[in-house]
């Protein structure tokens, strides 16, 4: 379907077919769909921006999928409906993805008011499918009330993910050695709220200790803002304790930061970026595609690849063409 319309329509009438479709066609790379995806979520936009946004990521065994399961059926039996926005690893060679996320989410993805949608990262920094702001606009237009973003893993470039959402939830395990071990302090810095994990049978006591070691990490860090403070809150996704209060923490950091302004004013913020990081992927796009570049570049990796050439001149060579 080349109509706008079509695929608009069928987002705004809440049928589920037609918001996989619109997904599709905006995660599509083929040059007659990119124009057809912008003109769609320009007539998309005007009916999001209700929904809560709440990105999560964790380090590796914190059981995200398990958590993120029982947060959305604790939110649809709160009478919402949720989307999970589930970005797998991508294949470095096959740029494919294990697209597992409805396996690992059994329940939920059987629930009428629930939507999983796999995206492969694709290689995107921050393990954020490139396309992920555009498929929040139209689940948001469907009407979701939450939209949860799981990311691939800690990193450095978690930013990408912080920078989309309302609330960032950095899911963490005790009994690991080093608390602190296997994040940085950067994850820290960017989150809303951490959750120590797995708090249930023998492994209560040492959550609770990881909780005040998490406590004291984050008094380290100057608060972005005075209106908040991250705090630290323990659960067990398996038990289904303790996500009521994490969600409560989530509203109430809503709350304040619509009472205060600066939800509307982070959201502002957060489409210039997105703008931004649009335009650099379109301008990389465009000088790969030149024909100077291509004609130039396989010589230049060859002449790297000897060491005749530095990578610094390389990389000048092709830059100049610009120029000419």
């Not at 921006?49 to 964790?58: D, E, M, Q, S």
């Not at 939450?146 to 309302?166: K, R, Y």
Request: include cysteine.
């Amino acid at each position: 379907m080349k109509d706008p319309q079509y695929y608009i329509q069928g987002v705004l009438d809440k049928d589920r077919r037609a918001l996989s479709k619109t997904i599709t066609l905006i995660e599509s790379s083929r040059s007659d769909h990119k124009g057809l995806s912008r003109q769609v979520i320009d007539g998309l936009i005007p009916h999001a921006g209700k929904a809560v946004r709440l990105g999560i990521t964790g380090v590796p065994g914190a059981g995200k999928s398990t958590f993120i399961e029982s947060l959305g059926m604790f939110l649809i039996e709160q009478g919402l409906k949720v989307a999970v926005l589930a970005v797998d690893p991508s294949s470095s060679r096959s740029h494919g993805s294990i697209m597992a996320d409805k396996t690992r989410m059994e329940r939920l993805s059987i629930e009428p008011n629930a939507f999983i949608r796999p995206s492969p990262s694709g290689g995107t920094l921050g393990g954020v499918a490139s396309k992920t702001r555009e498929t929040m606009i139209a689940c948001e237009a469907s009407g979701f009330d939450v939209l949860i973003v799981e990311t691939v893993g800690v990193g450095q470039s978690e930013t990408t993910v912080a920078s989309m959402v309302d609330f960032f939830l950095v899911l963490m395990i005790s009994g690991a050695g080093d608390e602190i071990q296997g994040i940085k302090k950067g994850v820290l810095e960017l989150a809303d709220g951490v959750a120590v994990n797995k708090a249930d049978g023998d492994n209560i006591d040492k959550a609770k200790r990881a909780r005040k070691e998490y406590e004291s990490a984050l008094h380290l860090l100057r608060p972005e803002t005075k209106t908040w403070s991250a705090p630290v809150l323990t659960c067990s996704a398996l038990k289904m304790t303790g996500i009521d209060k994490i969600w409560e923490t989530v509203l109430d950091h809503r709350n304040k930061f619509t009472e205060t302004g600066e939800l509307e004013g982070k959201r502002k913020k957060q489409s210039v970026a997105w703008m931004q990081a649009l335009l650099e992927d379109g301008i990389k796009e465009w000088f790969y595609k030149k024909y100077d570049v291509k004609k130039s570049l396989k010589k230049l990796r060859r002449e790297v690849e000897k060491g005749s050439v530095s990578p610094t001149s390389a990389a000048g060579d092709l830059l100049n063409i610009l120029e000419d």
